[in-house]
Every structure is written in C-alpha cells, then in structure tokens.
C-alpha cells in the first residue's frame, strides 16, 4: 500500500480557481483528506484522491514515484499548467462543455470529467412538452458555439505536433461520498426524493436553462406521485444553488435511505446526483444518458421525459425482486465502473500500463 501523506508520486498539484489567476498552483500533499489540507477545494476532490492512492497502489512505488500530477477545475479562466512532459497527468474537472484544454497536446494524459465532445442533443419527450424545444434548441446552439474555439484550436495543435491529444473520459463521481454499508431497499424511509437546487448559480437567464425546465417538470411528476398515491413516501428539499444542497447536513443519509432516485440533468446531461445513488444503494432514474465509456452496462431506469416517472415508478415497486436487482446492478456498476479503484485502473490503462491494471483487478483490489 502507499503512503496516504503523499501518494508515492513525484509530485501533485493542484489548481487555486478563487484566485483567477492561471498561474496560482498549490501542492497537495493529503490525498486522503483534501478539504483538510486545503479548506476552499471543491468536493469531487475526494474522489480524485482516492483514485489518485489507488493508481499509486496499481503502478508500484519506482513507477508513481516518476508521475507528475496536476488537479484543474476548468470553469473560468483555464489554468496554465506548471509543468509539461510525458510524465503528467492531469485531471480536468467541471468543464461542462465538452472543451479541449490548451495543454493537451503537452502532456501524457489527460483524464476528463464531461468528455472531449459534446455531440448536441435535445430531449424531445411526450409531443405536449415541445413547447420548450425551441429555447433549447437555441440554448445548445449556444454551447456548440462557445466550445467551438477549443476544438478549432486543438485541430491545429494537432496538425502541428502531428498528433492527437491523448484523452480519456472520467466521471463526475459523486460529490457528497455515502458512508457506511447500503441498506436492504426494503428498510429506507423513502420510496422517493430529490434534494436539489433549481437554477443555475451565477448570472440570470432570459431563457430557462435546461437544468431549471427538467427539473420543474421532475417536481411536478413527485408532486403528482404524492397526490396519487398517499402510500408512497415522497421526500421534496428544494435548495437555493448546487453548493447548498450538497453541503447540507443529511443530504447523504437521505441518499442513503432513498430507494427510487430521480437524477436530474444538472447544467449540462450528466449529474453527480447518479454516481452518489449508484454508491449509496439507490434504484437510480435518469433522463437519456450520453454515450460515455462509464456508462457502458449502467442499470439506471431511463426515462424520455419526468412525465413518465409516476408510471415508472409505480411499476418499480410493485415489484421488490426488480428493485433488488436493480440495486445490485446499481452496486456493482458502481463499484467496476465508477469507482475510484475503476477510475484508477482506466487512468493506468491510459498511461500504458494495461498490464499492472489488470493484475490489479485480478487481485481483488
């Protein structure tokens, strides 16, 4: 096992985005408590530093201790890394729209929450919620056009260095991490719930972003369910932004006793919220996923538009032996696709050492 205080590698950094400045570094030295060594950083830190420990554990110490690792958030200002060279990694974090990083062509990997690509898509669902097709259809034009520069530039990158950029895909894990063992289905409190926020944080709208309108329609459908059906255990938290409900006290315990967890799209397809009921033992119900490695085998219910969910759900628990299975695909997607250890061993693959991967995966580990 490696050491917790420093992972094994050369060195790891991670990036300061409060500064606003793309030169403002930190080193991170606990990998196994990131919010404890720097207080300001965003929770999918912990799952990276546990990936982070389980890729030190996969490569051995003489192979970690020659890896550089770099740790970005790519929201606002994209960071300028460091140090370059075939012995980094960097983990790019938070960018929601499929953006390639100036630095990728400089480096040996690049592992990637939210894809390379954004191929467009707009949910359509039953024909009496079209009204709203237009608005998104504008606001997807919108993110095809903002990503549009990163992609021109990475084909010249490309052309130039005659190579393509080594990417692979990440997920976004969960945020808030369950603790303890999933409990049997049939002891939690909820049947269903959502705790969230609404609305996008930052600066207002004249159009409903897609995130609000999928989520109103969520609200409505949970609403219906608990006019219809007394009977169902129907638990609502509603929250002023992302930071609020995550940050919450009980936000994990109710992910914890929940059975059927509707996973709203956030401010582009993909959710925390699915990664933290997959780990946390939940029936996890989704809109249409995109095609992403990760989700290859994902047992979550999905569902064309909210408005179905009443119906779904309906059926769901009427039938115990199928919310059992379906938790325990739930499980095991999660534990060999998602995981911190299925993370790290994807990353080794990346870097070429397929071989260490799998003799880690045939360890048991």
């Known amino acids: 096992m490696v050491d917790t205080t420093s992972g094994g590698f050369r060195s790891v950094h991670i990036y300061d985005f409060n500064r606003a400045d793309p030169h403002a570094w930190l080193p991170w030295a606990d990998l196994s408590d990131p919010v ?7 929770r999918d830190a912990e799952y990276i530093g546990r990936t982070l420990l389980a890729l030190a554990d996969i490569l051995g110490p003489s192979r970690a201790a020659n890896l550089r690792v770099l740790v970005a958030w790519f929201w606002g200002v994209e960071p300028v890394l460091p140090y370059t060279g075939d012995d980094v990694i960097v983990f790019c974090l938070g960018d929601e729209l499929g953006r390639k990083p100036n630095y990728s062509h400089d480096v040996s990997l690049v592992a990637k929450t ?4 954004r191929r467009p898509f707009v949910a359509l669902g039953p024909i009496r919620s079209w009204g709203h097709v237009p608005a998104a259809v504008l606001q997807e034009l919108r993110a095809q056009l903002l990503r ?3 992609a021109v530039a990475s084909m010249v990158r490309t052309i130039r260095h005659r190579r393509r950029p080594h990417f692979i895909e990440i997920p976004l894990a969960p945020w808030s991490f369950p603790t303890g063992r999933p409990a049997p289905l049939d002891a939690r409190r909820y049947d269903l719930s959502f705790a969230g926020s609404m609305i996008n944080e930052g600066r207002r709208r ?29 638990e609502i938290r509603l929250f002023d932004s992302f930071h609020d409900a995550k940050l919450v006290e009980g936000y994990e315990e109710l992910m914890m006793q929940t059975r059927l967890a509707p996973c709203p799209r956030g401010g582009f397809r993909e959710t925390y919220r699915l990664f933290e009921a997959a780990a946390s033992g939940c029936v996890p119900i989704t809109e249409p996923l995109p095609q992403r490695r990760y989700y290859e085998g ?4 999905q569902l064309g538009s909210w408005s179905l969910l009443p119906a779904a759900a309906f059926r769901l628990l009427a039938d115990p032996e199928q919310l059992r299975n379906r938790q325990q695909a739930a499980l095991e997607w999660w534990s060999n696709r998602c995981s911190p250890k299925a993370t790290a061993m994807l990353v080794a693959e990346g870097i070429g050492e397929t071989g260490r991967a799998g003799a880690y995966h045939d360890r048991g580990q």
Do not use: Y
């Not at 939210?114 to 690509?117: N, Q, R, V, Y």
């Not at 609000?212 to 369910?225: D, F, G, N, P």
């Open 36 to 42: 404890g060594e720097h207080p300001w950083i965003p």
């Open 148 to 150: 549009l520069p990163s």
């Open 298 to 301: 994902c047992p979550a219910v």
């Open 206 to 234: 004249w159009v409903l972003p897609q995130k609000t309108r999928s989520r109103r329609k969520l609200i409505a459908a949970l609403e219906e369910i608990a006019r219809e059906r007394p009977d169902v255990r129907v």
């Open 114 to 117: 939210g894809g390379w690509t």
